[in-house]
């Protein structure tokens, strides 16, 4: 361990560490030349016939088995074989294992020895090389066995040793793969700017057809990673950037053109996706329709095709063609009955329950809904693993662990440094004398801080005094409350009781319609009791939370209330994230508050009315938007409308009552989450609530 800064030291040992360190140094550096000498870092005489003979087994032979049993035979007759000769056997045998057999658990213990082999590199490029490969030959492992964060960790690792010293023609393929593994997260923004640098890297492949087609499926991924994080202007741009490279290059690979052809329709059929989002329903129809014509056919990119029918048949959906979408669901069923697509299926069904719930076939909407719901649980816990893991925070943690291997190199230059300062003894006498005149100093300073933190803690516990009096008296008032509104409830529910049963006693009409007013005043006494005990309760209980999937529960609500929305003749459109999302909350108060703004929404719009229920990506969280063209909220009323027991209540569209606790118990329960709810409203065009949820609430 180095002496702290400014302690004494014994010079004797000082000059002894220092010869100990020197005879080290000697011993090490004459190590390095002897192996340089047998060693240059290349593939030894012996070993590089063997190389070229495996290459040409698993190349133009296609003979990876025989290439293997010649690698093993030859390579036991080398008596002294090289680091490099060592690392690239073990490496042979990784890939036959991964690529050939596919078994990537076979495969990981040649990349754990590739890693070992890496580490007795006699060069720093050696080094660098062969230890940046071992990790990506780990990661290409980890991801066939989809475990993606271990994968991402070795990409990163083997990227951050090898971005300076490795060719980008290297670098590009595992670039992309990060930008895959951070697409599959949800993380869209870091996912496009992998697939930037994979496109810049990517320059370095020989230029040949296969370069070309990376190439245009990266702008491609580019312009769907910022369409899904929103960023509408940026997706756009890549997109067209997408389709004008393709056509650029179509004289010249014109041998290909089934090829470039399938490339233009997944870039129209994306294009269509973002003119769909800006509501361009014209251009979507014609760019989805052009790209299912092109991968509909024999040979090309059928799947891709169901993908974008799913797209239009939305479209038609929101556009309310409903012959339209039947038809083209009837076509989209037979495909999937030949070619099999898991996320299609589970859409179909979702679209089948949409298409008989605007026909009011309730029973086939139930049936489909359900089809629909246990497809979109399966693949939600297909997913689930992948999407708790932060990679993000994985990247922060890697990127500790360098700085701390940077900081033992750190460390290392301080022994050095420790030993030239024996060499500069004098100045120890200035740092000792400036460090008693400090002393006086600090000394003085501490007894004037030790005064503030004095009144300080005096002044701490006279605020402490005053809370817990503002907290006591408060937690009296919830206490009287709860107990007023307990001892009312049971009365009140008696009185509600008896005027049901007297009604069909009544004698006369006027003593039937007073009956029903104390009836239905009871009703509403009581649901107003129950609002406040929720108010008080809601307040004061500490809520049990668990990873929700965020989709499912919006999802659920919608379709519970589409039934009470029917009652009025009202629509309710939903819009989802595209890629399931978790969020850990309490399922059964999000719950509420979704269904709360809805029910308000259903009350405050008129019949025939359409309602809106969107949810968008806001990272780190999710933002949820409920819109009406309802009878909208004034201006002078807006602020009020979070407050309990506001003045800002009003009746619904056919008079439902409104005792104005909901929005405050929605406030409470989204404050709870450490979220946010806000308003946009304008009387008589409407209101929209918004809801925003954290990731992870604190």
Not at 228 to 236: E, F, L, P, V, Y
Not at 469 to 474: A, D, F, P, R, T
Not at 575 to 602: F, G, M, Q
Request: proline share 2%; net charge neutral; glycine share 4%.
């Amino acid at each position: 361990m180095l002496a702290p800064p400014n302690s004494p030291v014994n010079l004797n040992k000082l000059l002894f560490n220092h010869f100990v360190w020197l005879a080290i140094a000697f011993l090490l550096s004459l190590n390095s030349c002897i192996n340089s000498v047998n060693d240059t870092g290349d593939y030894s005489k012996q070993f590089k016939p063997v190389f070229d003979t495996v290459n040409l087994y698993d190349g133009e032979r296609s003979q990876p088995e025989r290439g293997l049993e010649y690698l093993d035979s030859a390579y036991s007759t080398i008596k002294k074989p090289f680091v490099s000769d060592k690392f690239r056997f073990y490496a042979f045998h990784f890939l036959y294992n991964l690529k050939a057999l596919h078994d990537p658990k076979k495969a990981m213990p040649y990349a754990d020895t590739m890693q070992a082999v890496a580490a007795e590199s006699v060069t720093a490029d050696q080094h660098i090389a062969l230890a940046a490969e071992a990790d990506f030959a780990t990661g290409d492992a980890y991801s066939d066995m989809v475990k993606y964060d271990q994968a991402y960790r070795y990409f990163y690792k083997g990227y951050s040793i090898g971005k300076n010293a490795i060719d980008d023609a290297i670098l590009a393929e595992y670039t992309y793969r990060m930008g895959m593994i951070m697409f599959k997260q949800g993380h869209f923004k870091e996912a496009a700017n992998y697939f930037k640098i994979s496109h810049k890297q990517s320059y370095a492949y020989t230029d040949d057809f296969r370069a070309f087609y990376q190439r245009q499926e990266l702008l491609d991924n580019i312009g769907e990673s910022y369409k899904n994080s929103g960023d509408i202007d940026s997706s756009k741009h890549y997109l067209d950037k997408a389709l004008a490279y393709i056509n650029e290059n179509s004289t010249r690979f014109a041998e290909r053109a089934n090829l470039l052809e399938v490339a233009r329709a997944v870039v129209f059929g994306n294009q269509g996706d973002l003119a769909l989002l800006t509501h361009d329903y014209n251009l979507a129809n014609e760019l989805l329709k052009k790209s299912i014509a092109i991968n509909l056919k024999p040979g090309y990119d059928n799947r891709d095709a169901e993908l974008t029918e799913i797209k239009l048949a939305r479209l038609y959906s929101i556009t309310d063609k409903t012959n339209d979408l039947f038809e083209l669901l009837k076509s989209l069923r037979t495909q999937l009955d030949t070619i099999k697509n898991d996320d299609v299926e589970t859409n179909w069904n979702g679209l089948m329950s949409s298409y008989y719930l605007q026909k009011k076939d309730y029973q086939n909407s139930l049936f489909y809904l359900k089809n629909y719901s246990a497809l979109k649980d399966s693949a939600i816990k297909r997913t689930s693993s992948l999407k708790r893991t932060d990679v993000n925070q994985q990247q922060a943690s890697f990127d500790k662990e360098n700085q701390i291997e940077d900081l033992k190199g750190h460390n290392k230059l301080q022994l050095i440094y420790i030993c030239l300062a024996v060499l500069f003894s004098v100045m120890a006498v200035i740092i000792i004398f400036l460090v008693f005149r400090n002393l006086k100093r600090s000394k003085r300073d501490i007894v004037a801080i030790k005064k503030l933190n004095d009144q300080i803690k005096q002044q701490k516990s006279e605020l402490e005094n005053t809370l817990e009096e503002v907290n006591q008296g408060s937690r009296e008032k919830d206490r009287i409350l709860r107990a007023v509104a307990h001892d009312l409830r049971n009365p009140l529910g008696g009185i509600a009781s008896l005027s049901a049963a007297m009604v069909e006693d009544a004698q006369d009409e006027e003593q039937t319609d007073l009956i029903n007013l104390i009836k239905e005043t009871s009703y509403n006494s009581l649901e107003l009791i129950n609002e406040i005990l929720e108010a008080a309760n809601t307040a004061n209980v500490t809520f049990n939370k668990e990873w929700v999937e965020i989709n499912s529960l919006i999802s659920n609500s919608v379709d519970l209330l589409r039934f009470k929305a029917a009652e009025k003749d009202q629509d309710i459109m939903l819009s989802l994230l595209d890629t399931p999302t978790e969020l850990l909350i309490n399922r059964e108060k999000i719950w509420r508050v979704i269904s709360n703004l809805i029910s308000n929404a259903i009350k405050f719009s008129p019949k025939g009315a359409v309602i809106y229920v969107i949810v968008n990506q806001k990272n780190p969280g999710v933002e949820i938007c409920v819109k009406d063209y309802g009878i909208g909220i004034p201006d002078k009323l807006q602020q009020q409308v979070f407050n309990m027991f506001t003045e800002a209540k009003r009746p619904g569209t056919d008079g439902e009552k409104s005792f104005g606790l909901g929005l405050s118990i929605c406030r409470q329960i989204i404050e709870k989450h450490s979220g946010r709810i806000w308003l946009k409203s304008d009387i008589n065009n409407g209101s929209s609530f918004y809801v925003y949820l954290p990731a992870q609430a604190s």
